[in-house]
């Protein structure tokens, strides 16, 4: 029949690239995404209100890149990236289980490991790309009389891959906690707001446990001063081995949600 | 003719609560009817075919191959589930394309299929909407439409024609049917029984996780040769006809309907009180209006075998 | 002889309006959240404060029992037991965050499941008002945080009474069983008010986790940024937790937290119930338009 002479040999990467454009245009026009692209804006307006505030107020002075590395980052890497990976995360098996459209996606010829890292990869992709929008924009507000220091876009770049980083990171994980567990928000709200600040005050090689040990050993330790206390008891991880464990960390658990979602029976409630 | 799809002692379990019992089938080509009440397990044994949960004991096989995890099977596989789910914020051309592009099939086909399957089930003026300002008929054509877009071999439609209109249905039923004369194989889940009726003979009885019956409609009603037939006439003098059965052994009872015309016959030989009947009607001169039988249906059998 | 038609049956007697029709509401509210797996732990969890605040009273009371504690003096002056005591208890930072996670638990899904699977209609179709609705949930909240609150607040005064052996506390602070209860309603108030107007907002209640969460948490987040760069006291607004802080802090006649009148703190939380109300009044309808 002619259908199936026009039928392509199916390989992996096929499937990983139509089930990444089935998502990335349902993620797109989801209404959930138009508000959290609004939340990854807040740190925007809040580097508006403070630029205001320096050059009509003259209510601080501290400088741009000073308030953009240790507010604007901390925003961004201690609630912004964890919350957009912990809903996106989970989102891409529990959306599916949730809304029961799961169905229509195991009942075609693709393999269950494409059909995750396709979802993973187009919602990550959405996901950076509001947070670096944001992340971009915060700079030039903040910095916008010191455009021409070519410095500050070593800082800019450097900031804005840790971000990436860890937003690629977190959903890994996210991703993988949503395939197993129902109730998959309750335990990262505990795990990115508990555990990942908790374990950071614990010496040696327990800070090597939170994801977010890595992504600050990248950064350069704040200087001492009423800030310091953010990396309290950093022993940081070298920043080659830290890229590395964070590539690490990404595929083992992307590795075991394919593993968990190949092998797991979902029961859809009635 | 060649078993299409073959389950071997299928058994699921769902806790301690049993979902199928130790199911063994073969299913060919042509419609197949699963019938049964809301939680008989018509959904439980379709999700175990289409790989969507594992058999506790037991195997499926679909053209010789394992279904779970065996997703290159799907190509040849279109599924219609029961729940009312969809990716509300696309349109219904955007959900059957995308749902296409799975296929891996080039832009030109899926664009050429969608526009079929959506022709086929009406949707076509309507595609472009999104699907959650979709009436609950629409929904379900568009349910429809994904399972049949890549023209699968086999057909695996799980309750269809819920929240279809009279008309939406027999236009459903006659598109079932022109897919059998294509040589497809479709298993139909329902608890409506005329529906299943009218689309096929071949039905598979399932009941508290077990099969009770499979085989044609007739032949299962047939097998039940204990149970007595009732037969409904409706002629000029029933009560005159009627006098003439008293006496037969055939006869267990007649009953006097509240219209005047007629009587109903119970019986324990079909066979013969249809050989006797012609007869006493040319005695009795009397005019035939109507000869019906109210149990030869599937109701009837279904109520049967489940005891009510 | 009567014949007795075995029709539908009914009840032919008066048809009495209940007092408190929103109480299986409330009922079948507590009975989910029970349900829940984890639920039963974390709410345990919360409940450890309490057990070590309890223990605090028994440890004052027998100081000279517990003589290697007293060699540190910032827990001798925490074993004070005075109002301070009960304000560390009832504005601590893990509690608060621990009733959030409850909130989540318990309170997420309470308007968004009744949207998502259309059962507004059911509930408004039954004599019930749209007060009534809205107590009913309210109130499941209120259990839990009564439980968190409130009667950890009588447990320890009582307590604090039955170890010393004489109501020289009462005598002392006798405005405290007023403060305790005025704390705990005013606190309640506002976690149902917050908790109810996320959950209206959104059908799907994993989004509504998030942002029951996610609101509490960027507040303050956001207090500690604004404050860090322009040193100033009165963004302290913007948090959730330090206006909940401020205002324990004025029920229980402490020194305030933040150098700014309490009355600002209260005026904004007051204003987010105020709005929250709207919203909700706005959310919750018995009959959907169809657009």
């Known amino acids: 029949m002619m259908e199936k002479k026009t039928e392509k040999d199916w390989s992996f990467l096929s499937s990983f690239g139509n089930v990444f454009s089935f998502f990335f245009l349902l993620g797109r026009k989801a209404k ?39 507010f604007i980052m901390t925003f961004y890497l201690q609630f912004i990236i964890l919350i957009l990976a912990l809903f996106f995360g989970t989102s891409v098996c529990s959306e599916e289980l949730e809304g029961k459209t799961l169905p229509y996606l195991t009942t075609r010829p693709v393999s269950k490991a494409s059909f995750i890292l396709g979802k993973y990869a187009a919602y990550t992709l959405l996901i950076v790309t509001m947070t670096v929008v944001g992340v971009i924009l915060c700079f030039f507000i903040l910095n916008f009389n010191q455009l021409g220091d070519l410095s500050l876009y070593k800082i800019l770049f450097r900031d804005t891959a840790v971000l990436v980083l860890g937003l690629i990171c977190y959903t890994s994980l996210f991703t993988f906690i949503g395939t197993f567990i129902k109730r998959s928000i309750m335990f990262g709200l505990i795990f990115s707001f508990g555990w990942e600040n908790v374990i950071q005050y614990f010496p040696g090689s327990t800070q090597r446990f939170a994801i977010v040990h890595f992504l600050k050993s990248l950064l350069p330790s704040p200087s001492s001063g009423r800030f310091s206390f953010l990396l309290f008891r950093l022993e940081p991880t070298p920043p080659f081995m830290a890229v590395i464990m964070l590539i690490l960390i990404t595929a083992a658990f992307l590795g075991l949600a394919c593993v968990v979602f190949n092998f797991k029976e979902y029961i859809l409630e009635e | 003719m060649k078993a299409v799809i073959k389950t071997e002692k299928l058994s699921k379990w769902y806790g301690n609560i049993l979902g199928l019992s130790d199911v063994t089938l073969d299913i060919e080509a042509g419609i197949t009817g699963l019938l049964g009440p809301n939680g008989a397990g018509k959904s439980t044994f379709l999700k175990l075919i289409t790989g969507q949960i594992k058999a506790n004991i037991g195997s499926v096989r679909i053209n010789g191959e394992g279904v779970r995890n065996n997703h290159r099977l799907f190509s040849k596989i279109g599924f219609c589930p029961e729940s009312d789910s969809f990716y509300e914020e696309m349109t219904g051309w955007e959900f059957v394309t995308g749902l296409l592009k799975l296929h891996n099939l080039p832009s030109s086909e899926i664009e050429k299929k969608a526009r079929k399957a959506l022709g ?141 015309d007629t009587f109903v016959v119970k019986t324990n030989n079909r066979d013969e009180f249809f050989r006797y009947l012609p007869l006493i009607f040319i005695e009795e001169n009397s005019d035939v209006k109507e000869i019906t039988s109210p149990d030869d249906n599937l109701q009837a059998v279904f109520d049967y075998l489940i005891g009510e | 002889m009567p014949i007795k038609e075995k029709g539908y049956t009914h009840w032919d007697g008066e048809l009495k309006k209940s007092k408190y029709p929103w109480i299986p509401i409330t009922r079948k509210g507590i009975k989910l959240a029970f349900r829940k797996k984890f639920f039963k732990f974390t709410f345990f969890l919360t409940l450890i404060p309490a057990i070590a605040y309890l223990a605090g009273i028994y440890v004052s009371e027998r100081l000279e029992d517990f003589a290697f504690l007293t060699q540190d003096s910032e827990i001798v002056s925490f074993l004070k037991i005075n109002p301070g005591y009960f304000n560390s208890y009832f504005t601590q930072g893990f509690l608060l965050f621990m009733i959030v996670v409850i909130l989540v638990f318990c309170g997420a899904g309470l308007i968004s499941d009744d949207l998502r699977y259309n059962s507004l209609q059911l509930y408004f179709s039954r004599p019930i008002t749209k007060k009534d609705y809205f107590l009913g949930k309210a109130s499941v909240i209120a259990f839990f945080l009564f439980i968190l609150t409130l009667i950890p607040g009588i447990i320890f005064l009582l307590m604090k009474i039955i170890f010393s052996g004489n109501l020289k506390f009462i005598s002392d602070y006798p405005w405290l069983i007023v403060s305790i209860t005025g704390y705990s309603v005013f606190l309640t108030c506002f976690f149902a008010f917050y908790t109810l107007f996320v959950s209206s907002v959104n059908k799907n209640r994993r989004y509504v986790s998030i942002l029951i969460f996610g609101i509490y948490v960027f507040s303050d987040i956001l207090y500690g940024i604004f404050k860090g760069i322009f040193e100033s006291e009165y963004f302290s607004l913007l948090s959730i937790k330090a206006n909940i802080q401020q205002v324990g802090a004025a029920f229980f006649g402490q020194k305030l937290p933040h150098n700014i009148p309490w009355i600002y703190s209260f005026l904004v939380l007051l204003f987010i119930c105020m709005l929250a109300g709207f919203v909700l009044n706005k959310r919750v309808r018995g009959v959907e338009v169809a657009q």
Not at chain 2, 174 to 179: E, G, H, M, V
Not at chain 2, 182 to 205: C, F, Q, R, W, Y
């Open chain 1, 32 to 70: 959930k995404t138009k508000v959290f692209y609004l939340l990854s804006f807040i740190p925007v307006v809040m580097a508006l209100i403070v630029k205001f505030g320096q050059v009509f107020a003259s209510r601080s002075s501290l400088t741009g890149i000073y308030v953009f590395s240790n």
């Open chain 2, 120 to 260: 086929i089930v009406d949707l076509e003026k309507n595609k472009d909407r999104r699907i959650k300002t979709y009436s609950r008929g629409m929904r379900q054509r568009l349910k429809f439409a994904q399972a049949i877009a890549h023209e699968p071999e086999i057909l695996i439609l799980d309750e269809p024609l819920n929240g279809l209109d009279p008309l939406g249905r027999r236009k459903l039923i006659r598109l079932i049917k022109s897919l059998r004369d294509e040589g497809k194989t479709v298993i139909v889940s329902s608890h409506v029984l005329p529906e299943i009726e009218a689309m096929t003979n071949d039905i598979i009885l399932i009941h508290q996780g077990k099969i009770f019956a499979q085989g044609d409609i007739h032949y299962i009603r047939d097998l039940i040769d204990t149970h007595p037939h009732m037969i409904s006439v409706k002629c000029s003098d029933p009560r005159k006809v009627a006098s003439r059965f008293i006496k037969e052994d055939f006869v267990l009872n007649i009953d006097f309907s509240s219209e005047k």
